[in-house]
């Protein structure tokens, strides 16, 4: 069955003989190689044959001595020149330019405009090719509004499961399908496990959410569990709204109590709260090091067997320094990824195990890839339709979320009112995709009011996604002015109720005061959120605030500053290379030694960082005068001892990436004993002084460069305790 989702890889562009060709760009790049060569033809966009009688004039221009996608990207250039005149017909979905006080992020401003345009002239054009009706955010908005349940009080209940079911209870609410953190996630509720008690065996269970979320997931556990002593409800004026759910489930399960205030259970002891079901991810990223099909499978088909495979395949990471030896030639990892999952959910062996679960990690991933993967999710979907595997929500909020990421409001409309028809009410996550897909400040407002006014903002995910939008619109308001953070924060609290600010929308606030130059405002915020611990920053964070920042010292300070307040917070390939390009841009060798060697050790560095120590190593003639300084002092920035030996084992051409082995083999299981932070001000402090001299005229002796260098110390790593 189809999703009933737009299929704009189909529109035929500019004659019938040339089909399958993509106007609509991807969010996320895909290799040609894989757009060429796909065995499996994922992509949108299909290989257009060679021989193939196009008798369009223009088609036959774009096509001379072109591949396929510098085809479709031309194609794309014209339809976008010829519209660019006029406005989108959804104005409200394009993103609108912002004038900062910095050039630069002026630009930048308009770029995201300009390219938030383009694709919504894409949509139109592809919409006009396939004579397909006119579809504007009001519509969907209020479809959206006509589905989605009022959520009323946010109730809290406990359950106590006996101890004749507690060991039963913990293994089915571990199954994959049954596990907790499915029934917390499908239903929007918030459950934690409350206490374990080793003298009565009990199990219990506290439940937080909307009435119909808390009711839909109390069934859940019943139907699962089976039997269950009793249950506490907080307040008694619900008591009555819930009996007649509690007395149809009686007649199944007589051991089932119904406990208002100050009633006691036969069981009931006093209770407090022991320990937290806080982590509802099962299952977490790893480092893989071998290739995607040899991760071993399982010897017996299982549904938790399936779903642990399938786990191993969508969260297996492989490290950059190995992604080229594992996958010297197509497909890469995340296309053989994409080709096991497809063989393992239409395979009839390993039907029986297919699970929900398993099958939401695998939409999911593909989803997240971009368009190009698209089809494989919607081949995996059909296939286990076909066997009546239970669907949930949550597997059309994924594909909900793509559409949005990508600008498609008619996916996103064709999606919706698929998950309706199957009998889903719009959730959380789809509002707060919706949210992101609309771009008009003006229009934020009025859905944002419109959900306050049904009281959706009590739903805490919605709430959140009303902040995330609407306080960057309220921000960017009044940032010519003066400004005051803690001021700023209080009213949005009056205005949307404690809970709006998490770190999505911290890294945003933080973008926008960077990019108006209020960079102590962001470290006032950095402050109280560290004060009132409202929000968990994470390196994005720390990333968006070096973006914001000129110059090498500045940076330094921040990332001193950062990982002060959150010591766990550690830097990424990105971090690195935004201050690897500050040191280079200013010439600076010792910080550019710092540098590349602590984000070799991290296993950190990124391809611009390797290319351009690449290409200063093996440049010998027409060099600028940042390359001829830092080319002179190249033995401090790679190591003179590891330089000379990498030479010799590589004589023809020397690479950035054959010197990380070295560094890893002379570290391992040691680490750099100073701070990074730490180390790169001094580091800096070095090339200062160095500078100076050189701009006096001073000859720089062995012994001198030897004593303006920056030696990078190393200790053991210390063993964690069992």
């Known amino acids: 069955m189809s999703l009933g989702i737009r299929s704009l890889w189909r529109a035929q562009r500019c004659t019938a003989r040339v089909r399958g060709l993509s106007l609509i760009p991807r969010e996320y790049h895909n290799p040609p190689s894989f757009q060429q060569s796909s065995p499996r033809r994922w992509l949108s966009s299909p290989r257009v044959s060679e021989t193939s009688p196009v008798k369009n004039g223009v088609t036959d221009e774009l096509l001379k001595g072109k591949t396929p996608s510098s085809f479709v990207r031309a194609l794309r250039r014209r339809v976008i020149k010829r519209r660019s005149g006029f406005e989108p017909k959804e104005s409200a979905l394009v993103k609108r330019p912002i004038r900062h006080p910095n050039k630069r992020e002026a630009w930048r401003s308009l770029r995201k405009h300009r390219r938030s345009a383009a694709r919504q002239h894409l949509y139109d054009s592809a919409r006009e090719v396939t004579s397909k009706p006119e579809n504007d955010w009001r519509s969907t908005f209020g479809f959206m509004m006509r589905h989605t349940p009022n959520v009323g009080e946010i109730l809290n209940f406990r359950v106590i499961i006996g101890k004749g079911v507690a060991r039963e209870a913990r293994e089915l609410l571990s199954e994959p399908d049954t596990h907790i953190s499915q029934i917390s996630r499908k239903n929007e509720t918030t459950i934690r496990v409350e206490e374990v008690s080793p003298k009565n065996d009990e199990l219990v269970l506290s439940l937080s959410g909307s009435e119909d979320s808390v009711r839909k997931s109390l069934l859940d556990i019943v139907g699962i569990v089976g039997k269950i002593t009793a249950v506490r409800i907080s307040d008694p004026a619900w008591e009555a709204l819930l009996l007649g759910v509690w007395l149809g489930a009686a007649a199944k399960r007589p051991g089932i109590r119904l406990l208002g205030n100050g009633q006691v259970a036969v069981d009931d002891k006093t209770m407090t709260v022991q320990t937290s079901f806080s982590n509802l991810t099962k299952y ?83 989803e997240k890839r971009g368009s190009g993967f698209r089809q494989a999710s919607r081949s995996i979907f059909s296939q286990v339709e076909l066997s009546n595997v239970p669907l949930d929500a949550d597997i059309f909020n994924s594909f909900l979320i793509s559409a949005s990421r990508a600008g498609d409001l008619d996916g996103f409309n064709s999606i919706l009112r698929l998950m309706v028809r199957k009998g889903y009410p719009v959730q959380s996550r789809a509002w707060v995709a919706f949210m992101e897909i609309v771009q008009s400040p003006r229009a934020k407002r009025y859905i944002a009011a419109k959900l306050k006014a049904r009281r959706l903002n009590r739903n805490h995910s919605i709430l959140r996604a009303v902040g995330r939008q609407i306080t960057v619109v309220d921000l960017e308001r009044r940032l010519p002015t003066t400004f005051d953070v803690q001021a700023f ?12 600010l998490d770190t999505t929308t911290l890294n945003r606030i933080l973008d926008a005061l960077g990019a108006h130059g209020k960079l102590e405002a962001c470290n006032d915020l950095l402050n109280l959120v560290h004060a009132g611990r409202v929000a968990s920053p994470d390196v994005v964070t720390l990333n968006t605030m070096l973006t914001h ?30 201050l690897f390009r500050s040191a ?4 600076h060798p010792n910080s550019l030694r710092v540098i590349w060697r602590y984000a070799a050790l991290a296993r950190q560095t990124n391809s611009k960082m390797r290319y351009t120590l690449t290409k200063l190593l093996n440049q010998e003639q027409n060099l600028s005068a ?49 701070r990074f932070a730490v180390k790169l001000k001094e580091a800096l402090f070095m090339d200062k002084k160095m500078h100076q001299l050189t701009k006096e005229g001073t000859f720089m002796s062995s012994s001198m460069r030897e004593s303006l260098s920056v030696e990078i110390p190393l200790e053991p790593v210390p063993r964690v305790k069992p």
């Open 626 to 674: 940042r390359q001829a300084l830092l080319k002179a002092w190249e033995d401090v920035i790679f190591g003179q001892e590891e330089l000379a030996e990498m030479r010799a084992a590589h004589p023809t051409k020397l690479k950035a990436s054959h010197l990380i082995p070295k560094y890893l083999e002379q570290a391992e299981q040691m680490r750099p004993s100073v």
């Open 584 to 587: 280079w841009t200013r010439r």
């Open 284 to 366: 977490k990223d790893y480092v893989l090091t071998t290739r995607a099909d040899q991760i071993i499978r399982p010897s017996e088909w299982t549904k938790r067997s399936f779903e642990e495979y399938v786990a191993a395949l969508v969260h297996g990471q492989v490290p950059t320094h190995l992604a080229r030896s594992l996958y010297p030639t197509f497909p890469d990892h995340q296309q053989t990824v994409a080709s096991l999952l497809v063989d393992l959910f239409t395979s009839d062996q390993t039907k029986p195990a297919i699970s929900a679960s398993a099958l939401k990690m695998a939409i999911t991933f593909l």
């Open 549 to 578: 920042l000129e110059g090498l010292l500045p940076k330094i300070t921040a990332l001193q500053s950062i990982s002060t307040l959150w010591p766990k917070l550690t830097p990424d390939a990105v971090t690195y290379h935004l």
């Open 489 to 500: 924060l209080e009213e949005q609290n009056r205005s949307y109720g404690v809970g709006w």
